[in-house]
């Protein structure tokens, strides 16, 4: 009886504690959310008008001046794009989901339309499954998901870049997306802490947050998938997220790794 009432007694804490831990998290989340929402319009009237004068200096400036000038409006677009990444992660705790069937295709296509310019500038080779597997999910999340997944896959990639993107259903309820690059690939220690928040790909002058896979990571979690990279060095990385096939499966984290990727040498993560 002393065991039962100490053990209800304990129980009662940790969920007293996982009341506190959640009421703390929510209220840090709506912070975030809060000052992130103030700092964009103004952040963006900025950018606007320091991409106007930008287009004048380079017109009518000496090419030092220009080349202050493009940092300028490199910074202020990066700044922004922080806060945009922060407001992200903010509503993947917060919003109301319309969870329903995926059309790939045309989620795809809006992702890929946000990195065209970046696409032709580096005559980048993408190929893309024609069609896709049934899936579920919330769809302007899921063109954010491919937005970074793509933009990463150009930054990264080989020259030229080429990426393959791609589905498959596991056969549990679930359908495996993936993208493909042909970049220099990651080791371990590199994929060890790539899901976390504000880490980078590599050392290097390429520009990023660091937000963006720990976006994907939390909006695929709350989907009721999981995300992960099966990669190595000098070989390309792949990149891959789960989501249920029909609203039939209930959302469970189930792991999806190939048993031909345990046992080579090809480096690989999942991250429920």
């Not at 009518?60 to 922004?80: C, E, F, K, R, W």
């Not at 493909?180 to 980078?200: C, H, K």
């Not at 190939?258 to 046992?263: I, L, Q």
Request: charged share 20%.
């Amino acid at each position: 009886a002393n065991h039962r009432l100490e053990w209800r007694r304990q129980e009662a804490a940790y969920q007293a504690e996982i009341a506190e831990l959640r009421q703390q998290n929510a209220a840090l989340n709506s912070f975030a959310e809060t000052v992130a929402h103030d700092l964009k319009n103004p952040l963006g009237t900025l950018v606007g008008l320091t991409t106007l004068l930008d287009a004048y200096i380079i017109a009518n400036a000496p090419a030092d001046i220009v080349t202050l000038s493009h940092s300028i409006v490199s910074s202020g677009n990066q700044a922004l794009t922080i806060v945009e990444e922060l407001l992200h992660l903010g509503k993947t705790d917060l919003a109301d989901l319309d969870i329903g069937p995926l059309n790939m295709v045309a989620i795809l296509a809006e992702a890929m339309t946000t990195q065209t310019e970046r696409i032709v500038d580096q005559t980048a080779e993408i190929e893309v499954q024609p069609t896709f597997p049934n899936a579920i999910g919330y769809a302007p999340w899921i063109v954010e998901v491919w937005r970074n997944l793509l933009s990463n896959a150009l930054k990264y990639g080989g020259a030229p870049c080429q990426i393959y993107i791609g589905a498959e259903q596991n056969g549990a309820g679930y359908t495996r997306f993936f993208i493909r690059d042909n970049g220099a690939g990651l080791g371990p220690e590199q994929i060890d802490q790539l899901f976390q928040p504000y880490t980078r790909f590599h050392d290097g002058p390429e520009e990023g947050t660091g937000l963006g896979l720990s976006i994907i990571r939390r909006i695929i979690n709350r989907l009721g998938g999981e995300v992960g990279v099966i990669s190595q060095p000098d070989a390309g990385s792949e990149f891959w997220f789960t989501l249920p096939t029909s609203l039939n499966h209930h959302p469970q984290r189930r792991p999806f790794l190939d048993s031909e990727y345990r046992a080579g040498q090809t480096t690989a993560l999942v991250v429920s």
